[in-house]
Structure formats: C-alpha cells, structure tokens
T-cell receptor, first 112, second 115 residues
Framework: DQQVKQNSPSLSVQEGRISILNCDYT??????FLWYKKYPAEGPTFLIS?????DKNEDGRFTVFLNKSAKHLSLHIVPSQPGDSAVYFC???????????FGTGTRLTIIP | ETGVTQSPTHLIKTRGQQVTLRCSSQ?????VSWYQQALGQGPQFIFQ???????GRGNFPPRFSGLQFPNYSSELNVNALELDDSALYLC??????????????FGSGTRLTVV
C-alpha cells in the first residue's frame, strides 16, 4: 500500500524555467511533509518541509505547496539550474510517529 | 559539525550469512533511524532508536535488529540474509520530533549485495 505517491518517475526541464514536482498521499494522519534531494552515491539531503497548518513554504528558489483537501503537494524550483539535476523524494510523517514514509522519487534533469 | 557517517560503503555477502552495518550520528543528534532503499524505490523505514531503545519499527522481520550506543552511534544487524535484502541501507540521525527543525540528516549509505 503506497501511502505516498510520486507518479512521474522522470521530468526534464530547460535551464532557467520552472520545475514542478508532484506528490500525492492517502493517509489523512500525515501532518508534516518534506522534500529530499538525492545525488548518486550520496544519501538524501533535506530540502524543504511544510506543516499541515500551512499551505505554502518558501526557501530561496524552492517553494512547497500543500493542498490538504486534495492530499497533494508540489515542489516548485524557480529558476531551474543544472545542479538541480537529481532524484527528488517526497516524504510524510504523522505527529507522534517518528517514521518517514517516502515516495518512489522523481528524477529531474535540467537541460542546459 | 560532523555529518552522519556509515561503514562500510559497500559489502557483498552470501545468502544465509549475517551482516552488521554501522552508523555514527551527526553531532548533537540523539535519534537514529535506519532505512532500506531497494533499486527504483523510495527508502523504507526499518526502525528507529532513541536513548538506546527501539522507538518504532516498520514492516521488517525480526532478523533485522539494531542497537544504539551511549554515544548515539548505531548498528543494524541482519541475520539469515536473503537475496531480496540486497539494497542501499541508509542511516539518518535527528533530534526527536518537536525539538528544533524536524528533518533527518542521512548518511551516504551502505550498498549491500547478497549473492
């Protein structure tokens, strides 16, 4: 039972344009959401997070949007840079439960 | 500030053998979690340790066990290895939920191959 889904295994975006990565979840107990970025041969690196009491969180070029009614979140990267090419994982947790539930990842390729 | 370090980086074992993977947590972090990432999948939660005790477990059989030491470092032990145990094993350290920014710091992982 995949509680966190990233339906796009890959995405290619031109350098300088906006990258939008999507994530859907099914567990209504999830109240905290995170995005991680992973390069080959490295562990995931925390990128940005959002609590369920917010619908938007911004950090530099990265913005995460949360639509609780649709159980959907998205990560926007503007402008996209070649160094953003990596696999991006969406993850979720429920308060009081320490485990993170990850999606299967989206491979983002930025085309120079 | 040191990050999370894992050893070894790569390992090849034979089916039926036992393996121990090691993890040193980031300075200041007292909680350690282990994840298994199979090829093409996202990381799957194995278990978490806080104050040297297991603090939550995912859907993994008892042959997956762990330890946390007083210095917060941790070990993951897997007995009776099966071919499907081949994966990247990730260790992550954190502060307990509610203490500071919640977000794991992951190590680079141990790539285990079972043949």
């Amino acid at each position: 039972d995949q509680q966190v889904k990233q339906n796009s295994p890959s995405l290619s975006v031109q350098e300088g344009r906006i990258s939008i990565l999507n994530c859907d979840y099914t567990n209504s107990m999830f109240d905290y959401f995170l995005w991680y970025k992973k390069y080959p041969a490295e562990g995931p690196t925390f990128l940005i997070s959002i609590s369920s009491i917010k619908d938007k969180n911004e950090d530099g070029r990265f913005t995460v949007f949360l639509n609780k009614s649709a159980k959907h979140l998205s990560l926007h990267i503007v402008p996209s840079q070649p160094g953003d090419s990596a696999v991006y994982f969406c993850a979720a947790s429920a308060f009081g439960n320490e485990k993170l539930t990850f999606g299967t990842g989206t491979r983002l390729t930025i085309i120079p | 500030e040191t990050g999370v370090t894992q050893s070894p980086t790569h390992l090849i074992k034979t089916r039926g053998q036992q393996v121990t993977l090691r993890c040193s947590s980031q300075s200041g972090h007292n909680t350690v979690s282990w994840y298994q990432q199979a090829l093409g999948q996202g990381p799957q939660f194995i278990f978490q340790y806080y104050r040297e005790e297991e603090n939550g477990r995912g859907n993994f059989p008892p042959r997956f066990s762990g330890l946390q030491f007083p210095n917060y470092s941790s070990e993951l032990n897997v007995n009776a290895l099966e071919l499907d145990d081949s994966a990247l094993y990730l260790c992550a350290s954190s502060l307990p939920q509610g203490q500071g920014n919640y977000g794991y710091t992951f190590g680079s992982g141990t790539r285990l191959t079972v043949v």
